[in-house]
């Protein structure tokens, strides 16, 4: 507990970490339903707002990967290692506090669309139904964000890298719509199932059996990917 | 401060405590509880003191005994093609302050960062309180404190926010710790500053802080990884009394330091390393009459000095 309350702190005290992860993804919820939302252009906001989501949860990425290189940096994480404190408690209170702030970053998201206009067709029950496939689904930016810690040296190293791994979910459906020729490349992208699943559950599709499919691999590339990203930083990132 | 003191601390009243404090020239708030100056008390106090309060005798001061606290045996510790600790042997006694010096990498940090179980020998071995650094350290790190040689604090919290979260992960009660860290605040003069943000502390405020994160437990064996660089002379002699107070607690401390003078006025032993080997061992005392020296300065410039002239 006393972790997560600490990580909370740094969330909410540093500058930087609240523009990134809450005033970026409000102001671009704005900017793109106000610009882009429009049936004209082939549009809604079923459309618009699930790639706002995964937007705001892949920048966890670039978020824990610079925490974890400014901590291991300052000597932070091999004084937290010298506590009685298991690497379980460290690596759990990370995740359920990353898992947080992407819990925040959808809801903020969320209100604002809400405010915008934004009805999903399954109504309420679609909101909530899409908050539990989101906090999944942010596993694997804690764990793709541990993977470019471990291999980052510095904070600006772990800046540059993490894009790596935030351009490809960005470009290949959330932001850019998918071709069928992208699309073959998307399935290797976990942002794809998380933008397929949340556009079925708005549309009020979500009795349709791909969703399983969608769910199905959410959850086990996610798990995975936290999984190896927890495993290389402890052997490889904290020290 | 060894049990004694404390026991007879604890048959004081509170006007008594405060008798003692005013006779050491530390200021107690008058909102303070007897168990909070009590706390601060025992940070503080020598057996002296307390005999010049005239008290009931306590004996003799205290020292360490004969029980080994650290045995380290043929210690090695690679990196690639750099040894940076070379088959090193120590042995310290429980209650002892134990210096060690040596060049800008010597293998003193690389010493205490073995011991206190950041980095894994590459050869040889490490007990600590009779547990093996290798195979216990979920048993060693309950009882150890470190101090490392950079200010491992967070910077967006407060001082006291970052005391009470290491004191946390070590599992302090909660009013415990609220009265540990205002003593130790107080200690070391960091009370006014304590709800700032760390971020715009002067270096030897951060300095006291990172001392203070390694003490919050009160552990058994503290490790003090030069913990008065950056702090100006004033600050520096304030937390040399300090430190020397923990004597007093019968902590057994391994102090690493560029000031010699700082090993010589804390330690009871100490030793000099140089390129990962042992090459000095004794009280300084005893180095100053070995080496016909003055001080114990002068005693590392010829040994270390020595060793560049011939090479070693």
């Known amino acids: 507990m006393a972790l997560i309350e600490m990580e909370l702190k740094k969330f909410i005290r540093q500058p930087a970490n609240l523009f990134l992860n809450l005033l970026f993804p409000a102001v671009l919820t704005i900017v793109f339903i106000f610009a882009f939302a429009d049936p004209e252009v082939g549009m809604s906001l079923n459309s618009v707002v699930p790639g706002l989501i995964v937007y705001a949860v892949i920048f966890v990425i670039m978020t824990i990967a610079q925490s974890f290189s400014i901590e291991r940096q300052e000597g932070l994480l091999r004084r937290l290692n010298t506590t009685p404190m298991t690497s379980s408690e460290f690596m759990g209170s990370q995740v359920i506090t990353h898992m947080l702030i992407s819990f925040l970053q959808v809801l903020v998201v969320f209100t604002l669309a809400f405010l915008l206009g934004f009805r999903p067709d399954s109504g309420i029950q679609g909101i909530f139904l899409a908050l539990p496939v989101t906090a999944i689904f942010s596993l694997s930016s804690v764990g793709l964000g541990l993977i470019t810690a471990t291999v980052s040296k510095t904070p600006e190293a772990a800046t540059g890298i993490s894009f790596i791994f935030i351009l490809p979910q960005m470009f290949f459906g959330t932001f850019v719509p998918i071709t069928s020729t992208t699309e073959q490349i998307a399935k290797f992208i976990p942002s794809y199932y998380l933008l397929d699943a949340l556009t079925m559950i708005f549309e009020d599709d979500w009795m349709n059996p791909t969703i399983l499919l969608d769910l199905g691999m959410i959850s086990i590339v996610s798990i995975s990917v936290v999984i190896i990203g927890i495993l290389l930083f402890e052997k490889y990132g904290n020290a | ?312």
């Open chain 2, 1 to 312: 401060m060894s049990s004694d003191i404390k026991g007879v601390l604890k048959q004081l009243d509170e006007k008594e405590l405060r008798k003692i404090a005013k006779l050491k020239k530390i200021n107690i708030p008058e909102k303070w509880s007897k168990t909070l100056i009590l706390e601060l008390l025992t940070l503080n106090v020598s057996t002296k003191d307390v005999q010049t309060f005239e008290t009931k005798p306590l004996g003799k001061k205290i020292e360490s005994d004969d029980v080994s606290a650290i045995i380290v045996k043929d210690l090695v510790k690679q990196f690639e093609d750099v040894t940076a600790v070379d088959r090193l042997n120590l042995e310290i006694k429980q209650g002892e302050l134990f210096g060690l010096l040596g060049p800008n990498g010597a293998g003193k940090t690389t010493t205490i960062n073995i011991l206190s179980g950041i980095l894994e020998p590459t050869k040889g071995a490490a007990i600590i309180a009779d547990f093996d650094v290798r195979r216990n350290l979920d048993e060693i790190k309950p009882i150890i404190g470190v101090c490392p040689q950079e200010a491992a604090v967070f910077k967006f919290l407060n001082a006291r926010e970052n005391i009470e979260l290491f004191g946390n992960l070590h599992g302090i009660p909660k009013d415990e710790l609220e009265e540990r860290t205002d003593a130790f605040l107080e200690l070391l003069g960091l009370s006014d500053a304590s709800e700032r943000k760390v971020k715009g502390y002067s270096g030897g405020m951060l300095r006291k802080l990172n001392l203070i994160i390694a003490l919050i437990s009160n552990p058994k064996i503290a490790f003090l990884d030069e913990p008065t660089v950056g702090m100006d002379p004033r600050a520096r002699r304030k937390t040399w009394e300090f430190i020397g107070s923990l004597k007093d607690q019968h902590k057994t401390i391994v102090l690493t330091t560029h000031y010699i003078e700082e090993a010589e006025a804390l330690s009871d032993r100490v030793g000099i390393i140089d390129y990962g080997k042992l090459i000095e061992l004794g009280t300084p005392k005893e180095l100053m009459e070995k080496y016909e020296t003055k001080n114990l300065e002068q005693v590392f410039l010829k040994i270390t000095g020595r060793r560049i002239l011939e090479g070693i």
